[in-house]
T-cell receptor
Framework: DAKTTQPTSMDCAEGRAANLPCNHSTISGNEYVYWYRQIHSQGPQYIIHGLKNNETNEMASLIITEDRKSSTLILPHATLRDTAVYYCIVTGYQKVTFGTGTKLQVIP | DAGVIQSPRHEVTEMGQEVTLRCKPI?????LFWYRQTMMRGLELLIY????????DSGMPEDRFSAKMPNASFSTLKIQPSEPRDSAVYFC?????????????FGSGTQLSVL
């Protein structure tokens, strides 16, 4: 799987959009970008995924650059419950490995 | 659907004892993953199965660790003998691999403390 690079931590004001970046410059043509988050000590939770088009669901939006070397997860209106560690993963095969992620702190 | 079910939620044992962690994946899923999470090493993939067959166990730390999946609805991760450095949260996850959305569903984890 391609390696990903994410900032260690970020802050976001409650009610504002949270934009979490991820670099995956070695991504292959058949690899997808997945985002998960882990709240406190719970198991990671799937958020969204995409191949090359931008995606949106009830939780977030995913913007993938045209060259697919980076992506941004957008939480449109962050709440305190969005405080978590966010993981960006690139995978096209069965093996799914997690990096260190970005710790997002939503501030009241 | 009850989701991925792990047991026990918490396990406290003494060094040298055998520990068995259990996982019931979501019905219909064909892949199962075991992860270990610690503050120092983060979330590590230990082993994963596809159609009950172990595909990659390169993350298993040493021979003290073993995992089995005797059928599509049950898997175990065994540590024998256990050591204090095995203390961690162990997560099981399942997925359906082969479609366009291979998202993982995680269980609530087993908090293991080896004294």
């Amino acid at each position: 799987d391609a390696k990903t690079t994410q900032p260690t931590s970020m802050d976001c004001a409650e009610g504002r959009a949270a934009n979490l970046p991820c670099n995956h410059s070695t991504i292959s043509g058949n690899e997808y970008v997945y985002w998960y988050r882990q709240i406190h000590s719970q198991g990671p939770q799937y958020i969204i995924h995409g191949l090359k088009n931008n995606e949106t669901n009830e939780m977030a939006s995913l913007i993938i650059t045209e060259d697919r070397k980076s992506s941004t997860l957008i939480l449109p209106h962050a709440t305190l419950r969005d405080t978590a560690v966010y993981y960006c993963i690139v995978t096209g095969y069965q093996k799914v490995t997690f990096g260190t992620g970005t710790k997002l702190q939503v501030i009241p | 659907d009850a989701g991925v079910i792990q047991s026990p939620r918490h396990e406290v044992t003494e060094m040298g004892q055998e520990v068995t962690l259990r996982c019931k994946p979501i019905s219909g899923h064909n892949s199962l993953f075991w992860y270990r999470q610690t503050m120092m090493r983060g979330l590590e993939l230990l082993i994963y199965f596809n159609n009950n067959v172990p595909i990659d166990d390169s993350g298993m730390p040493e021979d003290r660790f073993s995992a089995k999946m005797p059928n599509a609805s049950f898997s175990t991760l065994k540590i024998q003998p256990s050591e204090p450095r095995d203390s961690a949260v162990y997560f099981c996850a399942s997925s359906f691999m082969g479609g366009t959305n291979e998202k993982l569903f995680f269980g609530s984890g087993t908090q293991l403390s080896v004294l």
